[in-house]
């Protein structure tokens, strides 16, 4: 294991997601969000298949031993990205973000639901903590559903940025099953080949010619996300997942820097209020994961019979 370098994988990683969400936005409010799944998912192919070329695992990596569970895995997961996608041109990219980690809040839920898995009181805690934190940063747009039209967009945006959050969270207990007769490499390609093909169904819902810089920063995009989906796959191969897992929440001081220098947004107290006890709730279920892990480890030494 080498710790740091996983650390330093998971930012790069982190930073990379939140600069493509980033450029994703400022195409928002001519590209739709469908094309913009499009341009995401098709420009990642080629970084991601040079990936496994390079690791020479094409042969392993490509094999598939369920087409079904990945076609499911895409579909929740291409719904979760053009959901997220569409609340990006209705909402500061902060608040996306903010609103975006009730995710794995909600895979703790889904997976007591559908995998079966235990979950106690102090994990319950920390979701119902977390919870309480995202209705902080959504109740002023809810309460603006009768609004303006602008104050009923931003309202629309954080249903949809929610909505994504928990088909992301499917997309999560999906990835936690298949990893069990999957290659994680497959599970990455394919993920963004189905998201490409299912994509295409939206061009009967307005897709448009966009302009030549919109063009490349959508292009930019699709590369940037191919990139950080191999640096946050490499990351957990160089340290353990309670290691490298917290630093996914410095995507929001990232979102709040470029939220500020680029789309001149300003974050609320409220927000910065809610985004926080999200965050400490997830940094909570990490650390009581990690502390479950050593506890069934170091059980698992005390039963291994001694020579």
Known sequence: MQPLRGISLKICSVLLFITMAS???????????????????????????AWLWMRGDLRTGLTVNSRLGHFWRGFVGTAAMGLGFAGLGLLPLPEVTAIGYAAPLLVVVFAAMFLNEEVRAFRLFAVALGMVGVTVVLAPRMTLLSGPTVESAAALGAMLVLMGAVCAA????????????????????????TAT?????????????PLPYEAFLLVIA????????????????????????????????????????????????????GASLVILAGVMIIWREHALGLKR?????????QG
């Open 170 to 193: 499917l997309a999560q207990i999906y990835v936690r099953k298949m990893v069990q007769t999957e290659q994680t490499s497959a599970i990455v390609f394919y993920f963004s080949l």
């Open 297 to 305: 480890e170091k059980a698992r030494s005390g039963m291994t019979p």
């Open 23 to 49: 450029l994703i936005k400022a195409t928002a409010h001519h590209v739709p969000p469908g094309q913009a799944v499009f341009f995401r998912s098709f420009f990642a192919i080629p970084v991601i298949f």
């Open 222 to 273: 699709g590369l940037l996300g191919g990139l950080g989906q191999i640096f946050l796959t490499s990351a957990y191969r160089f340290a353990d997942a309670s290691v490298v897992a917290p630093f996914d929440y410095a995507s929001m001081l990232f979102a709040i820097l470029i939220g500020y220098f680029i789309f001149d947004e300003v974050p609320t107290i409220q927000m910065l209020i």
């Open 197 to 209: 093909g299912l994509s295409l169904l939206t061009i009967p819902f307005g897709w448009v010619i």
